[in-house]
């Protein structure tokens, strides 16, 4: 495990040239779901000796999209309305839909939660890439999200291989291992991430409910 690093596109993030970049989060809110608190402050516990930096209760989200090609203060106010307009019809086909969180795994630069099933997330995915794509074009990203997860903490200093194997055997003790979540909502954000402290902070620009309003 080696410190994690905080990327722009393919790139490091530079936040000298970029200091905050737009994203869409599909936010997570441990407070509305129970059972992942839980799992969080065991998987807390059982790290608590480690190099991590550990999300805040308030910061956890699923990356769904990064505007990466240009800063969030390059965004011009008719970018961000239309943005907020095309998310949102976007998501008006999506139905908000429930998720398993689980097993944590320990990977190469922190902690992350495994999440499943993969179809409804890659849904949720698909549509706000294809909001981004109607206003910003096919190019304004080159991030990767991949497999699609809730990361819990971020790495602070390297360890070794044993010490490794330690963490991955003291989070399969946590039990439950596994919790649901409900995702109801997206949110267009401006996000900052601190590469010395290894956290990510945002401001909401907006927030967008999953599925069609219902007939007045």
């Known amino acids: 495990m080696k410190p994690f690093t905080f990327q722009q596109g393919k790139n490091v993030w530079q936040a000298s040239t970029a200091p905050s970049l737009v994203h869409a989060y599909a936010p997570v809110n441990l407070g509305s779901n129970p059972e ?3 799992l969080v402050r065991g998987i807390r516990a059982a790290t608590k000796d480690d190099p991590l930096t550990h999300v805040g209760d308030e910061w956890f989200h699923i990356a769904l999209y990064q505007l990466s090609v240009k800063g969030a203060a390059e965004v ?9 307009a095309e998310l949102k019809g976007q998501m008006e086909t999506v139905a908000p839909f429930t998720i398993t969180v689980g097993s944590a795994l320990a990977y190469g630069t922190g902690i992350v939660f495994d999440l499943g099933p993969d179809g409804p997330l890659n849904e949720l995915r698909t549509a706000a890439t294809r909001a981004f794509e109607a206003v910003l074009g096919s190019e304004a990203t080159s991030y990767e999200t991949g497999v699609l997860h809730l990361t819990e903490s971020y790495a602070t200093a390297e360890v070794g291989l044993d010490h490794y194997h330690q963490i991955h055997r003291r989070l399969r ?6 919790a649901p979540l409900r995702i109801d909502t997206v949110a267009l954000v401006d996000v900052v991430a601190n590469d010395a402290e290894k956290t990510i902070t945002w401001e909401t620009w907006k927030t967008i409910p999953l599925g069609a309003e219902s007939p007045a």
Do not use: D, F, Q, Y
Not at 76 to 84: C, G, N, V
């Open 36 to 38: 992942l608190a839980h």
């Open 76 to 84: 011009t106010a008719a970018e961000r309305k239309a943005l907020a």
């Open 173 to 178: 003790r946590v039990r439950p291992s596994h």
